[in-house]
């Protein structure tokens, strides 16, 4: 059993489509095991991308990903962070898998509607940068 961290993007929460996508998260049978809604402030978000500091999209990515709520998501199963990514599908839309979510609701390559963990380490990094551990379900 793992956990990931997934993330609704300020596009989809101003979309109304929390709804959707949680839906199609527990129709993969991933389980929700802690759930937020909150909106990043500029030096939040600037440390959450931090590993992206000085790449030309950086500061487009703060403005967006500080534009609105967000709702950031404890999601858990087996291979949930690869599960969670195959979910997501590829950063770009346009070269995403049909049947992804970025595919059908990203509208480029940063507003993508979702973030996912891209590894068990980050996630459990990711994770604790938005939950309590009194705040995630316990795995089974
Ligand atoms: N991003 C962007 N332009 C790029 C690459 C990434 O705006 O050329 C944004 C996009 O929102 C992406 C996020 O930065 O989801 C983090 O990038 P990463 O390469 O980690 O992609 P991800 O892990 O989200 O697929
Ligand atoms: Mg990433």
Redesign the pocket.
């Known amino acids: 059993m793992a956990n990931t961290l997934g993330i609704i993007?300020p596009d989809g929460v101003r979309r109304k489509l929390v709804g959707k996508i949680i839906s199609r998260i527990e129709t993969a049978g991933l389980i929700i095991r802690g759930l937020r809604v909150l909106k990043l402030s500029r030096s939040e978000a600037e440390k959450f991308?931090a590993?992206?500091e000085g790449?030309?999209?950086f500061n487009?990515?703060v403005d967006?990903?500080t534009s609105g709520p967000i709702v950031v998501m404890v999601i858990g199963g087996h291979g949930a962070v690869e599960r969670w990514?195959d979910l997501?599908g590829?950063?770009?839309p346009a070269k995403s898998r049909y049947n992804t979510l970025r595919r059908e609701f990203g509208t480029?390559?940063?507003?993508?509607v979702v973030?996912?963990s891209?590894a068990e380490d980050t996630a459990k990094v990711e994770i604790s940068f938005f939950f309590k551990e009194k705040d995630i379900l316990p795995k089974e």
Do not use: C, I, Q, W
């Open positions: 993007k991308y590993v992206h790449k030309p999209f487009s990515l967006f990903m990514r997501m590829a950063t770009d480029s390559v940063e507003k993508n973030h996912g891209d």
